[in-house]
């Protein structure tokens, strides 16, 4: 999942600078070393789930403005309005295109210099 | 280098999206298994690939088609080999230093191995660049690039295995 | 070209979706049995069935909606919705929420079957729709509810739980135990052992429900956290059990039986049942994931491995003079280990076991549905539920038993006007008895419908073209044809048995387990399938015996004795080689030749182990005996189906793999042939 997303972003060009997290606990230790322009992130994670690393996110004061996607499957309705009652700010439900992907980031960055978790 | 195959799951939701758009599923860039075999490179989509190892003991099984080397033990699960070789045509040659067994998936969850000359490396090519093979393609090829200058062939691990289970 | 890849990718998917979702109704149709059961309405159903269904259901909706079958995903939908409020407490299933849920399955289980067929599941569109809407027009009984009102968390904690975490959230508190919320601050790059050494201690008095990154840490190389934790200690004692500061851990709920605690006048009429509730649970039986248990049996297995290598060791050095006493110590330290080891083998195995009495039940359910869909009249009889087999073959008898079942439902009993001419009562019987004889299980389907005529097998044979028109064919080689691939002695493809499955892969099941299969049968009177299985697959005592350069293993519970043979002692007879055992004549095989391994050398002595499966018997030829090694006999992976007369192959303590004898497939083979002479 990571390497299709990575893929389909990479196609935005060059300007475009990507860092994976394998996990929940990897994304909190990348955070604070970038100032990252948008977030993307899946729910179902092994060790804190998507919705808790939403919440800190959007708890933190560093990082609250940060665009942020949720991924997630089937688009359980459940999770997704959580994740959008946390403060996400938009929501992409598995299987999805990539363009579908490429345009949301340009949506939600008018200025395309994305980087991500 | 070991890769898992996505979980069933995601397999899938893609492969519903894809058929109900009516399209062959299409990565944009395919990361691809580079080996050696007979002294040409071939290509193996990494997906597939499950794990490389080392020649280990091989252990012969009867009235089976000579494609099938035998059967080694991977941390207790019991895998049939086959001789990479032999499906292309090339002739039966001693296994050297480099050689190694590649580990694959099958398309129904099965797991096979393939025996190499020589394990190279992953490529990174875009899914443009994969050209049909020219006219009469050899079984198991579904495409064709190059790279550093050489071409290679692209291997279908379904039918590799497919031409051992005839 | 493409489109035709596309179809079959397409059908496939169709299977694929078909297969998944039977799954999902099959589990849901146990747990709505349990719930039925449970007395749904009277006290609380059990929390894990419901939310068991409540993923099902979920699960099902999304599967359905991927592939486009939009009736059938709405149903799921509203079944969702229903367990959902069931599941966090809003609502009582009561009886005729029980019944709504159960014409839901079956309606979807309808639907299912149309899709496998090709149809359209919309084509009941209207019936689901009708159910829709009597669910969402269901008054369901309002329950009261607050439990998680009367509890202290913070906003943010609650709003990132997920479902599971919720479900135990509110599972804890209705065994009355306290929520204690706990804040610490981590180094972010030891965050995973931190988190896991206080979730360690934390599961010591409790459990640790959720685990939630905040934001205020000291500096940028640290983190807070906040953790949900429950458990019977109050606040004070959990932060000195846990090494914190008394200031970071705030009690959220007090476990009530603290004097004080703020509890609903609705709780306090509960007590009673959830103490009772709660006793239950700890009852004598454990609930085992089946794949915990494959982990313990790889681990005996591979346990058994290093005793072998260490037995190995211990003989090596007792055979120099510097470490013989160490050796000899060795020894007997190894031989108790001997003993523990297969203590602990055979209880793994032991825990492996289990009744038939599910197969049993799945054949009951599958005959109530053939007597409604085809209209006869049949009684099935169980005997020997209670018989135990390996948990594997248990799974893995389902597939065989319903087609010998449905087999005889759809071909062997005749409609009842047939029954009433024939002077049969009008109810059909099929019978399935199972008892355990010695190291083997017997299961015998039995009906009392038209059995077989060897004469119309023989005429069917002569037209498949499998046998000459002159060729006589004994009772025993008629019914031995019948599991030939495409044999049936009915033409017609009829909906209940498809394309009549073939006893061809019944066999082949059965001989995958390791089993044999036998028919007898009277025409007119009735028909009778036996199944003789071994108990377990799992860790076999074999032999290894070699031929040649290779080594091959035999299991210890197929060879009935090894003997040493001259080449003088074996007979020749009409073409046959045979060895005189004590006045019996064995049929002989060289497993050099039935593997084509090379001749071996016609002068030497040779071994010969007596293989047995029930009454028949084999000597096999063999060049060397090599020693008794556990086995674990695993199947072979691999694009080449499995050859007959190999069962699976094992790792050896050389990490090298070995070929598995199926002595049952060689037994067979060797008697078969013998009487075809």
Redesign the interface.
């Known amino acids: 999942?990571r390497?299709?997303i990575g893929?389909?972003l990479?196609?935005l060009g060059e300007k475009v600078e990507i860092d994976e997290a394998e996990s929940g606990f990897a994304a909190l230790r990348l955070l604070p070393r970038r100032s990252y322009d948008l977030i993307v992130t899946d729910i179902n994670m092994p060790d804190i789930n998507g919705l808790e690393l939403v919440s800190f996110v959007k708890r933190d004061r560093r990082y609250e403005r940060t665009p942020l996607v949720i991924v997630s499957?089937?688009g359980s309705e459940r999770d997704r309005d959580k994740g959008l009652a946390l403060g996400a700010n938009a929501y992409l439900v598995?299987?999805f295109?990539?363009a579908e992907l490429r345009r949301l980031v340009l949506d939600l960055l008018p200025d395309a210099r994305p980087a991500r978790s | 280098m070991t890769v898992g195959s996505?979980p069933r799951?995601?397999r899938?939701?893609?492969?519903?999206?894809a058929?109900?758009e009516?399209r062959?599923e299409t990565?944009?860039?395919r990361?691809l298994l580079r080996v050696e075999v007979g002294g040409a490179p071939y290509a193996l989509p990494i997906e597939r690939v499950r794990e490389i190892v080392r020649l280990?003991?091989l252990?012969?099984?009867?009235?089976?088609?000579p494609l099938?080397l035998g059967?080694?033990?991977l941390r207790?699960?019991?895998?049939?080999?086959?001789d990479l070789r032999q499906a292309l045509g090339e002739a039966h040659a001693t296994p050297g230093r480099r050689a190694r067994i590649v580990v694959l998936h099958?398309e129904g969850g099965?797991?096979?191995?393939l025996l190499v000359d020589a394990v190279r490396d992953v490529l990174r090519v875009p899914e443009a660049d994969l050209r049909e093979p020219p006219g009469d393609p050899a079984p198991c090829v579904t495409a064709l690039c190059s790279k550093d200058g050489r071409f290679l062939s692209l291997l279908d691990p379904d039918q590799v295995?497919?031409l051992?289970?005839r | 070209m493409a489109s035709r890849s596309?179809k079959t990718?397409?059908d496939k998917?169709q299977r694929?979706?078909v297969s998944?979702a039977e799954e999902i109704l099959e589990r849901m149709r146990d747990d709505l049995s349990a719930l039925a059961e449970a007395g749904a309405g009277k006290g609380e159903p059990p929390p894990e069935t419901v939310n068991r269904l409540f993923r099902s259901a979920h699960s099902l909706k999304g599967l359905s909606g991927?592939?486009?079958h939009a009736a059938l995903s709405e149903l799921a939908h509203h079944l969702e919705d229903v367990l959902d409020r069931l599941r966090l407490g809003r609502t009582t299933l009561g009886r005729d929420g029980l019944g709504l849920l159960d014409e839901s399955v079956s309606l979807a289980a309808a639907g299912l079957e149309k899709v496998g067929r090709g149809e359209v599941a919309d084509a009941l569109a209207e019936r689901i729709a009708d159910l829709v809407g009597r669910i969402a027009g269901w008054d369901a009984p309002a329950r009261a509810s607050g439990e998680l009102a009367s509890v202290e968390l913070p906003e943010s904690l609650l709003r990132a739980l997920t479902e599971y975490e919720e479900s135990r959230l509110r599972d804890n508190l209705r065994h009355r135990r306290g929520l204690a919320v706990i804040e610490v601050e981590l180094e972010l790059a030891s965050l995973e052992e931190s988190l896991s050494e206080l979730g360690r201690a934390i599961g010591e008095v409790g459990e640790l429900i959720s685990t939630l990154p905040s934001p205020g840490a000291a500096s940028e190389s640290r983190i807070r956290f906040t953790l949900l934790a429950a458990s019977p200690l109050a606040a004070p004692e959990l932060a000195a059990r846990l090494e914190l500061e008394p200031g970071a851990v705030r009690s959220a709920h007090a476990a009530p039986g603290a004097a004080h605690g703020r509890e609903t006048p609705a709780r306090s009429a509960e007590p009673a049942e959830v103490d009772t509730v709660t006793l239950k649970s700890l009852s004598e039986t454990v609930r085992v994931d089946i794949r915990k248990l494959d982990e313990l049996m790889?681990l005996v297995?591979?346990l058994a491995q290093e005793r072998a290598a260490l037995r190995a060791l211990a003989v090596r050095l007792a055979a120099e003079r510097a470490t013989s006493r160490a050796a000899t110590e060795l020894e007997k330290i190894s031989r108790g280990l001997d003993r523990k080891l297969q203590e602990l083998q055979a209880g793994v195995l032991d825990v492996r076991m289990v009744p038939l009495r599910q197969v049993f039940d799945k054949l009951a359910r599958v005959v109530r549905r053939l007597r409604l869909d085809l209209g006869k009249d049949v009684r099935l009889e169980l005997q020997g539920a209670e018989t135990e087999l390996d948990k594997l073959i248990v799974e893995q008898l389902v597939d065989p038993l319903m087609h010998l079942v449905r087999n005889a439902f759809d071909h062997a009993i005749e409609p009842a006007a047939e029954r009433a001419r024939l002077g049969k009562p009008a109810e059909g019987v099929i019978r399935i008895e199972a008892s355990q004889r010695g190291n083997d299980v017997a299961i015998s389907v039995r009906d009392d419908g038209r059995g077989i005529d060897p004469e119309q097998v023989r005429a069917r044979a002569i037209a498949a073209g499998l046998v000459a028109e002159d060729a006589g064919l004994s009772r025993k080689e008629a019914f031995g044809l019948l599991f030939q691939p495409g044999f049936s002695t009915r033409s017609e493809v009829t909906a209940t048995s498809g394309r009549g499955v073939g006893l061809d892969v019944v066999r082949a099941n059965v001989s995958a387990l390791g089993g044999l299969i036998d028919v007898e049968s009277i025409a007119g009177a009735g028909t009778c399938v036996t199944l003789t299985l071994p108990i377990t697959l799992a860790i076999v005592q074999a032999l290894l015996v070699g031929v040649g350069s290779?080594r091959f293993a035999i299991p210890l519970g197929g060879i009935r004795e090894t003997l040493l043979v001259s080449p003088n002692e074996i007979e020749r007879s009409a073409g046959r080689e045979l060895l005189n055992l004590r006045g019996e004549a064995l049929p002989v095989r060289r497993l050099a030749e039935?593997?084509?391994?090379g001749a071996s050398d016609p002068t030497q002595r040779q071994y010969a182990v007596v293989l047995g499966i029930g009454e028949a018997k084999l000597a096999l030829l063999v060049d060397r005996l090599e020693g008794q090694q556990d086995a674990?006999i695993?199947?072979?992976?691999?694009?080449?189906?499995s050859?007959?007369?190999?069962a699976?192959?094992?790792?050896?303590g050389?990490?090298?793999?070995?070929?598995v004898l199926d002595v049952s497939a060689l037994v067979e083979d060797a008697t078969r042939r013998r009487e075809a002479a």
């Open positions: 999942m390497a299709m893929a389909a990479e196609e499957t089937e598995k299987p295109a990539a | 996505p799951w995601e899938l939701a893609r492969a519903a999206a058929a109900r009516g062959e990565p944009l860039v990361e280990r003991p252990t012969p099984v009867p009235r089976v088609p099938v059967v080694i033990s207790g699960q019991i895998v049939q080999v086959l099958g099965e797991v096979a191995g295995l497919e051992a289970a | 596309r990718a397409r998917l694929e979706f998944e991927m592939f486009g790889n297995g591979d290779q039935e593997f084509a391994l674990v695993k199947p072979v992976s691999g694009p080449v189906a050859v007959r007369g190999v699976g192959a094992s790792e050896l050389d990490r090298s793999a070995v070929l």
